[in-house]
């Protein structure tokens, strides 16, 4: 699999022939994978925003996502992802956007979302069009490890938006 920092040059590079914008909203990759993003030279004409939101208050806050989903599903959830991502675009002028939301470890799991449970969710508004894509993964590792699949995970969901057409459905999914 490419390096993170593969993936964001080659994601950079279809935003910016499409002349797209993107924003991110992370939790369990705690702002890396805009860390990455802006190493790549240039990545201000493409890149509009990140959020961190490790908190269930900043998720709330700085994206919209429902109280009442979070307490109903937990914030390691499709549902929180989608709202996330969703989120991330009405805050942002951005027509892409990706979000993470998952349990890195090394606590915080359980018997239903075992540590490397992370969701994922991909949202894009353009030319009148609105998708949006959510997954969850499972990755086995120590919690860098899980936190740097996760990033190329979302990265390589968004470079597969990046260079699809719209008009057709689109599997972000390996």
């Known amino acids: 699999m490419p390096s993170i920092l593969e993936l964001s040059a080659s994601l950079g590079q279809a935003l910016q022939s499409r002349g797209w914008q993107l924003a991110l909203a992370e939790s369990c990759t705690g702002g ?3 860390q990455a993003i802006t190493a790549i030279a240039g990545s201000s004409a493409w890149f509009d925003r990140g959020f961190v939101t490790y908190s269930n208050a900043a998720k709330m806050d700085m994206l919209a996502v429902p109280e009442a989903l ?4 937990g914030a390691v959830n499709e549902l929180v ?3 996330m991502a969703v989120g991330a675009l009405t805050h942002s002028l951005a027509d892409i956007s990706g979000a993470v939301t998952g349990i890195a470890g090394p606590g915080g799991g359980s018997a239903h979302k075992p540590v490397g449970t992370v969701c994922f969710a991909w949202a894009s508004q353009h ?5 949006v894509y959510v997954e969850t993964r499972h990755f086995e ?34």
């Open 70 to 73: 979070i307490a109903e599903h």
């Open 32 to 34: 890396m994978i805009a």
């Open 127 to 131: 030319a009148g069009l609105s998708h």
């Open 81 to 83: 992802a989608k709202a």
């Open 141 to 174: 590792g120590d919690r860098q490890q899980i936190r740097e699949q996760a990033a190329n995970y979302l990265l390589a969901g968004l470079l597969r938006m990046a260079t699809q057409d719209f008009r057709n459905p689109l599997d972000v999914r390996n």
